[in-house]
T-cell receptor, first 111, second 111 residues
Framework: GNSVTQMQGQVTLSEEEFLFINCTYS??????LFWYVQYPGEGPQLLLK?????NKGSSRGFEATYDKGTTSFHLQKASVQESDSAVYYC??????????FGTGTTVSVSP | ETAVFQTPNYHVTQVGNEVSFNCKQT?????MYWYKQDSKKLLKIMFS???????VNETVPRRFSPQSSDKAHLNLRIKSVEPEDSAVYLC??????????FGPGTRLTVL
């Protein structure tokens, strides 16, 4: 079946450090992949999406590359700010069915 | 303003009571969803509605029931709440079935 794995439950950083969140997926065919971000007290919101294998998506300084060879969609940002503190979800969509969410990674950035 | 709106923001109730949560979207989307988010931030889809048809039901307990009057509204009723129903309930909508837009959530506490 379809699944998404985020092994890091929590990431703690200082401002201007590099952020990397690991995500791998399992599915058949060519899914669409997303990163959603959820700030405290809000619902998740779309951060970026990539529909084509081996393409890269970017938004607000975040980047993720859809790597079909390694079935990965890692998220990274070169220099984080305190305002990036949030929960980040790696998400898979396949065939128009419901989204499959990863378990989420809580990112805490201290000034 | 176009968005997904949820009421109430919070609700505290006793075991065995009935509760109802409202969701409205002004984005012109065709599909709406209810998710449950637990204390560990895990997101699980409960229902989705497309043109008044239930198209996804992830075997939630029978005490949960979605109610839709039109494609812009999808309410959630819980007939007799139990302690394990304490969670944040998130409503979302989409046009394509991929990019979903979420409301801010309703936090339910069952005493």
């Amino acid at each position: 079946g379809n699944s998404v794995t985020q092994m890091q439950g929590q990431v703690t950083l200082s401002e201007e450090e590099f952020l990397f969140i690991n995500c791998t997926y399992s599915t058949t065919g060519y899914p669409t992949l997303f990163w959603y971000v959820q700030y405290p007290g809000e619902g998740p919101q779309l951060l970026l999406k990539v529909t084509t294998a081996n393409n890269k998506g970017s938004s607000r300084g975040f980047e993720a590359t859809y790597d079909k060879g390694t079935t990965s969609f890692h998220l990274q940002k070169a220099s984080v700010q305190e305002s990036d503190s949030a929960v980040y979800y790696c998400v898979l969509a396949q065939g128009g069915r419901a989204l499959i969410f990863g378990t989420g990674t809580t990112v805490s950035v201290s000034p | 303003e176009t968005a997904v709106f949820q009421t109430p923001n919070y609700h505290v109730t006793q075991v065995g009571n009935e509760v109802s949560f409202n969701c409205k979207q002004t984005l012109g989307h065709d599909t709406m969803y209810w998710y449950k988010q637990d204390s560990k931030k895990l997101l699980k889809i409960m229902f989705s509605y497309n043109n008044k048809q239930l198209i996804v039901n992830e075997t939630v307990p029978r005490r949960f029931s979605p109610q839709s009057s039109d494609k812009a509204h999808l309410n959630l009723r819980i007939k007799s709440v139990e302690p394990e129903d304490s969670a944040v309930y998130l409503c979302a909508s989409s046009r394509t079935g991929y990019e979903q837009y979420f409301g801010p959530g309703t936090r339910l506490t069952v005493l």
